[in-house]
């Protein structure tokens, strides 16, 4: 079997390096921005990219299209953000998605083509595949939290109690966001070679807020790539190596980073 070399990004929030509009951003500044922050630092024939592109849905799918011209294969998960609906990004935002924050990942989900595999718990392909013999899964994986500094921080600071919205209560909407995560990650077989999530399932010291992981008690994957927390990391845990390349709000020089799948 061969080994299997992906590239591999996450947090690109796109409207801290690019101008945005009401709608989104400019096409020609998009592909601008492909050209010079991708295309050069292309690996493999693989892109990972585990979530929080941006909170323009149409102008994120774009850019994954963009990214597409130049990989075989695009693999990506939503992040945080990918769910944020708000009058301060486009005044129609609520309209458009009928204040449900689910509608805009069935939008993703619709906007992507051949060779872009979004992974989702909810999707068609229930966050699954077989990809050149590897088995990867994938998700954003919601975060509970966890303490009273945890709650805390979710409703009085965090952008996910406010932005996210559904007909539930901020409580409710996480509640049940992580527990269905949760179930997604349990019916897991424990042989995957790839998991790809948003959240990470392992706390960072670093972050230490019960905001920024998820936690399993067993790694079903010999490898995962995840993002949230904008740490860059690269470790072993329990027999699994655990991978991170955030841009976050003040990148430089927007890394891309490549890992081999060995079997």
């Not at 229930?126 to 994986?141: E, L, Q, R, V």
């Not at 932005?163 to 990650?185: C, E, V």
């Not at 995957?192 to 670093?206: E, K, Q």
């Not at 329990?238 to 990148?251: D, I, M, Q």
């Amino acid at each position: 079997m061969d080994n299997l070399k992906v590239d591999y990004v996450s947090d690109l929030h796109l409207s801290y390096y690019i101008k945005a509009h009401s709608y989104g951003y400019d096409e020609k500044d998009l592909i601008e921005f492909v050209n010079n922050n991708i295309v050069p630092k292309i690996k493999s024939k693989v892109l990972v990219v585990a979530g929080d592109v941006s909170e323009f849905t149409k102008s994120a799918i774009l850019f994954l299209k963009l990214c597409s011209k130049y990989y075989d294969t695009v693999i990506y998960v939503a992040g945080n953000h990918e769910y944020y609906i708000s009058k301060f990004l486009n005044s129609n935002m609520k309209q458009e998605y009928n204040s449900n924050s689910l509608n805009k990942i069935t939008e993703i989900t619709t906007l992507a083509n051949d060779n872009i595999i979004f992974l989702d718990r909810n999707n068609e392909n229930k966050g699954i595949i077989c990809y050149k013999g590897f088995k990867i899964a994938g998700d954003t994986f919601w975060y509970l939290p966890k303490s009273f500094s945890g709650w805390y921080f979710y409703y009085l600071y965090s952008n996910d109690s406010r932005l996210i919205l559904s007909d539930l209560s901020k409580k409710d909407k996480i509640l049940n966001m992580h527990s269905d995560s949760m179930n997604w990650y349990d019916n897991l077989p424990s042989d995957l070679d790839l998991i790809i999530t948003h959240v990470p399932p392992i706390n960072n010291p670093r972050k230490n807020n019960s905001c920024y992981y998820n936690e399993v008690k067993k790694f079903k994957a010999n490898y995962w790539i995840y993002g949230h927390d904008h740490f860059e990391e690269d470790f072993m845990k329990s027999g699994t190596r655990f991978v991170s390349n955030p841009w976050g709000y003040n990148s430089k020089d927007f890394k891309i980073k490549t890992l081999v799948l060995k079997k």
